[in-house]
C-alpha cells in the first residue's frame, strides 16, 4: 500500500516534469500560477478601490496614476482587472469541480452498470448535446434571471455531460478487464470495485478534461456577462468590463482593452496547460 | 444494416432529440421562471391585466395540458407573439435568420479553407517552424473571446485605418436590393447589383474573419491531429514504399482516410458559430438571430428568448444529423457497424 503510493507521488512528478519540459506546458502552468497568485493577493495590489467612483478623473488615458486608465465613471481599470481575476477564476473553478463530479459520477455508474440506466442517461446527454453551450446556458440565465450564482447554475448545467461521456467511455474500456475481474473474484462490492480500482484509471481523462473546460468556461462567462445575462453591473467581472467599453471603443480604447485581454491571458494559459497535459498523458478526447 | 435502415434509425432519434429539446424550453419558459406574467409585464401592471394574460397564455391550466399545448403550438410553428416587435416569433426569427446564416456560413468557409490545408501541412511537416507557428494560430484562435476580438478589428480597421467599413450590413446611404433570400450577397446577385455586392461583401468581411478564425483554429487542430494519425498507418507506409508521387500519397491515401474526423469537427463548429455569431453581431449592428435574441433579452422578451433558443437547438440538430448521414455515406463501416 505504501508503495503504491510512493510510485504514485513519484509518477505524478514525473508527468508534472514532462509537462513542464514543453514550452507550452512550462508558459501554461507560469500563467496558471500567476492568475493563482493574482486572484489571492490581486485585491492587495490594487492601487484603487475598484468600485470608487470619480467623474473628474473619467476615461483618462494609461498614465503613471493609472496604468489600465480609467473607465466612464472615472473606476481604475487596472484595480478592477486584479479583482475580476479572482470572480473570473472562482466562477471557472467551482463550475469545473461541480460539473466534473456530476460527469465523473455519472459517467461511472453508467458505464459500469450498462444497461437501461446506461440507455437513459446517454439520451439525456444526447439533449444537451442538441443545443451549443452558450444557447442554452443564456435560456437557463434567462430564466433564473442575472447574477453571479445563476451564471455558475447556468453553465455547470450545460458542461457536466461532456465528463459524463467521457467517463463512461473510459470504463467501457477497463470494465472488462482481467484485474477487475480480480477483484470481483476476491469479493470486493461495487462501490470499491469504481472506486479502488474503476476510478483511478479514468481520473487523468477528467483532469485534461477539466483543464481545457477552464478556459472554455472563462470565456463562456465572460460572454454570458457581455451580453448582460451575467453578473450584473458595478461588478468588477472581465466580459461586463468589456461590453462597458463598447461605447468607447473610438477613442477611449484601454476601457475594452485590458479586460478583453485579461480573459484572452487566461483563456490561454489553461489551454496551453490542457493541451501539454493532453500530450503527457496520451489522452483523446472527442466531443 | 443498409443506408435506408441507417437513416430511419438516425431520423426517429433526432425527433426524439427534438421532443426533448421542447421539453427543456417548456421547463425552461413555464416551469422555472418564478412569474413569466410578471417578468413581461413588470411589477406595476393591473391585476386584471395580469389574470387575463394568464388565462390567454393556459397558466392556470395544469402543467401537462400546458406542456401538450405548448408542444402543439410549436409544432405548428406558433412560437407565441414577441411583445418587443409585437409580431409572431416565428416571423421575426425568419426575417433575422438569413444575416446570421449568411455569416455563419462565410466563417464556416474560411474556416474550412484556412483550417484544412493548415492542419494538414503542420501535421506533414511535423516539428517544423510551420507547424509551431500553425499551433499558435490554434491556441489564441480558441483563447480569444470573440466579442472582443470583433471590437477590437473595429477601431483598428474601422476608426483608425478605415481600410473596411463600419458596422451593418451594407453601406448607409445604398438601397438594398430586393428580398428574395434574406442573403444580400445572393439577392445583389440576382438582382445584377454587383455595387450592393460588393459593398455587402466588404461588410461581411471583419465579423467573418472574426468569428473564421475561432472557426479556423479547431478544425486546424483536429485535422492535424487525424492526419497525422493516419501518417501512421501500415497503407501509407506501403504507398510511399511503391514509389508513389508524394502528392498522390497525400490527396487519397492520407487525407481520404483522415476525412472523418474533420467532418464531424465542421459539424460543431457550426453550433460554435452560431453561439459566436451571438456574441458578436451586436458590435457589427448585424441584423441576425444573436442580435435579436439578445435584444429580446434585455426588453426580458420571454417568448422571444425561449422561441430563438428553440429555433436554434433545431437548426443544430438539423446539422448534425446531416453530418451523420455524411459520415455513413462516407464510411459504410458506420452503417454496417
Known amino acids: ?33 500567476g492568475l493563482l497568485i493574482l486572484s489571492l493577493i490581486g485585491p492587495v495590489l490594487a492601487p484603487y478601490d475598484p468600485y470608487k467612483q470619480d467623474m473628474s478623473e473619467r476615461l483618462m488615458p494609461p498614465s503613471w496614476e493609472h496604468p489600465f486608465g480609467t473607465d466612464q465613471l472615472g473606476r481604475d481599470i487596472l484595480s478592477r482587472v486584479l479583482y475580476g481575476c479572482r470572480i473570473s477564476l472562482s466562477i471557472a473553478l467551482l463550475v469545473v469541480a461541480i460539473s466534473a463530479t456530476i460527469g465523473l459520477l455519472l459517467g461511472l455508474v453508467s458505464g459500469y452498470f450498462g444497461g437501461l440506466v446506461d440507455e437513459a442517461l446517454m439520451r439525456v446527454t444526447d439533449l444537451f448535446f442538441a443545443f451549443p453551450r452558450l444557447i442554452l446556458a443564456m435560456a437557463v440565465a434567462a430564466a433564473l434571471g442575472p447574477s453571479i450564482i445563476n451564471t455558475m447554475l447556468a453553465i455547470a448545467t450545460v458542461s457536466w455531460p461532456v465528463y459524463a461521456r467521457l467517463v463512461r467511455a473510459c470504463v467501457l474500456q477497463v470494465r472488462n478487464e482481467t484485474y477487475i475481474e480480480a477483484a470481483r473474484a476476491i469479493g470486493a462490492g461495487h462501490v470499491r470495485i469504481l472506486f479502488r480500482h474503476v476510478l483511478p484509471m479514468v481520473v487523468h481523462v ?5 483543464t481545457l473546460d477552464l478556459g472554455s468556461i472563462i470565456l463562456l462567462a465572460a460572454g454570458l456577462s457581455f451580453i448582460g445575462l451575467g453578473a450584473p453591473p458595478p461588478t468588477p467581472e472581465w466580459g461586463l468590463m468589456v461590453s462597458e467599453g463598447r461605447l468607447y471603443i473610438r477613442s477611449q480604447w484601454w476601457v475594452s482593452t485590458f479586460p478583453g485581454l485579461a480573459i484572452m491571458i487566461s483563456a490561454l494559459g489553461f489551454n496551453m496547460l490542457g493541451d501539454a497535459l493532453r500530450d503527457a498523458f496520451d489522452v483523446r478526447l472527442g466531443r | ?319 448534425n444529423l446531416a453530418v451523420d448521414l455524411i459520415y455513413a455515406y462516407l464510411d459504410p463501416r458506420v452503417r454496417y457497424g
Open chain 2, 1 to 319: 444494416m443498409d443506408l435506408r435502415a441507417y437513416v430511419l434509425r438516425r431520423l426517429a432519434l433526432t425527433t426524439l432529440v427534438l421532443f426533448g429539446v421542447l421539453v427543456v424550453t417548456f421547463l425552461l419558459s413555464h416551469v422555472i421562471p418564478a412569474d413569466p406574467i410578471g417578468a413581461i409585464l413588470g411589477p406595476q401592471a393591473p391585476p386584471e391585466l395580469v389574470e387575463k394574460l394568464r388565462r390567454e397564455w393556459g397558466l392556470d391550466k395544469p402543467l401537462h395540458e400546458q406542456f401538450i399545448d405548448y408542444v402543439c403550438r410549436a409544432v405548428r410553428g406558433d412560437l407565441g407573439r414577441s411583445i418587443r416587435t409585437n409580431r409572431p416569433v416565428l416571423q421575426d426569427l425568419l426575417e433575422f435568420f438569413p444575416a446570421t446564416l449568411e455569416l455563419a456560413t462565410a466563417s464556416l468557409m474560411l474556416g474550412v479553407l484556412v483550417g484544412v490545408p493548415l492542419g494538414t501541412i503542420s501535421a506533414l511537416r511535423r516539428g517544423s517552424w510551420i507547424d509551431h507557428a500553425a499551433r499558435v494560430f490554434v491556441t489564441l484562435g480558441v483563447s480569444t473571446p470573440v466579442f472582443w476580438l470583433g471590437l477590437i478589428m473595429l477601431m483598428i480597421f474601422y476608426y483608425r485605418l478605415g481600410w473596411l467599413p463600419g458596422p451593418g450590413r451594407l453601406d448607409p446611404y445604398m438601397t438594398p436590393p430586393p428580398r428574395v433570400t434574406g442573403l444580400i450577397l445572393l439577392d445583389s446577385l440576382l438582382a445584377g447589383r454587383l455595387d450592393a455586392f460588393y459593398s455587402a461583401l466588404r461588410h461581411l468581411a471583419m465579423p467573418a474573419a472574426v468569428l473564421g478564425w475561432y472557426a479556423a483554429a479547431g478544425i486546424a487542430r483536429i485535422t492535424r491531429s487525424s492526419v497525422l494519425e493516419v501518417m501512421r498507418r501500415e497503407h501509407v507506409r506501403t504507398a510511399r514504399a511503391k514509389g508513389l508521387l508524394e502528392r498522390i500519397v497525400v490527396l487519397r491515401h492520407i487525407l481520404r482516410n483522415a476525412l472523418m474526423p474533420i467532418v464531424t469537427v465542421i459539424g460543431t463548429t457550426y453550433g460554435g458559430l452560431l453561439e459566436g455569431a451571438v456574441l458578436t453581431e451586436t458590435i457589427f449592428a448585424w441584423p441576425g438571430l444573436g442580435r435579436y435574441s439578445t435584444g429580446a433579452f434585455l426588453y426580458l422578451d420571454f417568448m422571444a428568448v425561449m422561441g430563438t433558443t428553440l429555433f436554434i437547438a433545431v437548426i443544430y440538430s438539423l446539422v
Open chain 1, 1 to 33: 500500500m505504501e508503495g503504491a503510493r510512493r510510485t504514485s507521488i513519484r509518477g505524478s512528478l514525473l508527468m508534472a516534469r514532462l509537462v513542464l519540459s514543453s514550452p507550452t506546458g512550462f508558459a501554461g502552468a507560469v500563467i496558471v500560477a
Open chain 1, 206 to 210: 477528467v483532469l485534461v478534461q477539466a
